[in-house]
């Protein structure tokens, strides 16, 4: 099954969000050795080379755990994401099935990594593909019936509104997407960057009370800068 970037993606955090108000623990990342049929064949850049371009650190954050590389669908943050969204029960439920862009498969080359501090996470997502894939992505929209949501994890419930902005000009061309949690008397934020470079897309989520877009933007460029040292 091909992984869709948006929506899915907000369901991921709002899964996420509710579970961990259900008390749910996730797991740290770990390496993944496997070859993906796009490295055989030689298109773009294989795993290992993403894992060499990922952030070797973020100003106030520590990583958290070790660098996990490998086919996209085999990343632990991919596969606990798919489980926090199969427990997800969603009011609109087309909200997280709908393709409002290109899909991500999951036998993609990729890379990830995540650092965190005190109640806040950065994950970093290298994938190879080619730039008419990455361009899709790019220009996807959130569906405007699906700007504010709700959903339920077990007995707990989650509000959510989505702000996204216009495309943004990080590497060869981005988008921003801002997701506001609230759970009873709890906010969260979540802002999403997705942005291409040659026959690559990266993802940077900042996620956490006091997440900001200019923070996660800020953070993009970072990862766009390190990427360019390593990526010809």
């Not at 798919?82 to 498969?105: E, I, N, Y």
């Amino acid at each position: 099954m091909a992984h869709r970037l948006l929506p899915i993606a907000l369901l991921s955090t709002a899964a996420a969000v509710t579970a961990t108000a259900c008390g749910a623990g996730g797991e740290r990342a770990r390496p993944v050795h496997g070859t993906a049929p796009a490295e055989i064949a030689g298109v773009g850049y294989t795993s290992a080379e993403l894992a060499q371009a990922l952030l070797l650190h973020v100003p106030g954050y520590r990583r958290a755990g070790e660098p996990d590389s490998g086919e996209y669908g085999t990343l632990k943050a991919v596969q606990n994401a798919a489980r926090l969204q199969r427990g997800t029960v969603l009011d609109k439920p087309r909200c997280g099935t709908a393709r409002p862009g290109g899909a991500v498969a999951p036998d993609v080359p990729a890379a990830l990594v995540t650092f965190a501090k005190k109640g806040m996470t950065v994950t970093q997502t290298l994938m190879g593909m080619p730039a008419s894939d990455a361009e899709k992505q790019v220009n996807a929209r959130v569906p405007a019936d699906c700007l504010t949501f709700r959903t339920k994890v077990g007995s707990h419930r989650a509000t959510h509104r989505v702000v996204e902005t216009p495309k943004g000009e990080i590497g060869e061309g981005s988008r921003t997407v801002g997701v506001a949690t609230s759970t009873g008397t709890t906010g969260t934020r979540t802002w999403y960057v997705v942005f291409r470079g040659r026959h690559y897309l990266a993802t940077i989520t900042l996620h956490g009370p006091t997440a900001t877009r200019a923070e996660a933007e800020r953070i993009a460029r970072a990862s766009r800068a390190q990427a360019s040292k390593i990526l010809p």
